[in-house]
């Protein structure tokens, strides 16, 4: 019993300082202007993006999660979110099972020891466009990127991409693939001729 105490000690410490980490790194991130090279984070899309983000955060405060930094909106011209950190989520949220597109992350602990049960954790979703997987272990990064239903896996780092990969999700995260050779698919036709020469 004491070392099922000491193990959820230790992992409530290392979840605390992922979530300080993160807490930073969001502080961190500088937020303006589209074209300013030396942003970090751009403003939403549209007004209704921006309502839509807004709207997620505040469901997911009603559903119990907190926000551990940010959760508001920066200035009142342009459609700007401040980086969000939400704790206290779980995946019967709707900050979870849905897609926000917006700035804000959700974080869960789970027994890292069960692969299985971390890429079954992980696939819990009807969306797959991209998966981060943050270890020092390199047998992990290649079992979970196997297991992991995603599109583009990115191994500590996120949002990692090239014009010469295909990009596009898996499940409800679209069809077809951008970028690379792939994308050619989406602008060719294919004509089958069968001919009977008897």
């Known amino acids: 019993m004491l070392h099922g105490r000491l193990a959820l000690v230790r992992a409530q410490v ?3 300082k992922v979530v300080e980490g993160m807490v930073n790194r969001a502080h961190k991130i500088k937020v303006g202007h589209g074209l300013d090279p030396s942003v970090e984070l751009g403003p939403l899309v549209s007004k ?7 709207g997620y955060i505040e469901t997911g405060r009603k559903e119990g999660a907190k926000v551990e930094t940010g959760g508001g909106v920066i200035g009142n011209q342009g459609y700007f979110v401040e980086p969000t950190v939400l704790t206290r989520t779980n995946r019967d949220m709707r ?6 597109f917006g700035p804000v992350v959700c974080v869960q602990s789970f027994d890292d ?8 954790f992980a696939n819990d979703t009807e969306y797959g466009l991209q998966a981060s997987i943050w270890t020092r272990n390199l047998k992990v990064a290649h079992t979970l990127a196997r297991k992991i239903k995603a599109g583009t896996i990115c191994v500590n780092n996120h949002n990692y991409g090239d014009p010469a990969w295909p990009f596009g999700g898996f499940k409800q995260s679209g069809w077809g693939r951008e970028m690379g050779k792939d994308v050619m698919e989406n602008y060719t036709e294919t004509k089958s001729v069968a001919i009977n020469l008897g």
């Open 14 to 16: 290392r979840l605390r």
């Open 48 to 54: 209704e993006q921006h309502e839509k983000v807004a």
């Open 95 to 100: 900050v979870v099972k849905e897609e926000i």
């Open 113 to 120: 020891d069960d692969l299985d049960q971390v890429a079954k």
